[in-house]
């Protein structure tokens, strides 16, 4: 069976303070959406993200593509003049 993975959305803290971890990445490649396991708890994502990518996380929230579309869609329908 395949393990599952969800879609994280992070703000990452570029603001210098040092994770403690190696940083892997340049602020400027760090990406905004990552795949997590499913194992990782949710108190543990913080944590999980710092130690893969030597950044701190300011916040990370759920992503989904359909949720996206859906709120893009809205807004593309809100501004129409009709």
Do not use: C
């Amino acid at each position: 069976m395949q393990p599952k993975h969800r879609i994280i959305k992070v703000e990452w803290d570029t603001s210098g303070e040092e994770s403690g971890w190696v940083r892997l990445f340049d602020e400027a490649d760090l990406p905004e959406l990552v795949t997590v396991h499913d194992y990782v708890e949710d108190d543990d994502i913080a944590d999980w993200l710092s130690a893969r990518y030597g950044f701190l996380v300011l916040s990370w929230s759920e992503w989904s593509a359909v949720e996206e579309a859906t709120r893009m869609a809205d807004n593309l329908y809100s501004g129409d003049p009709v």
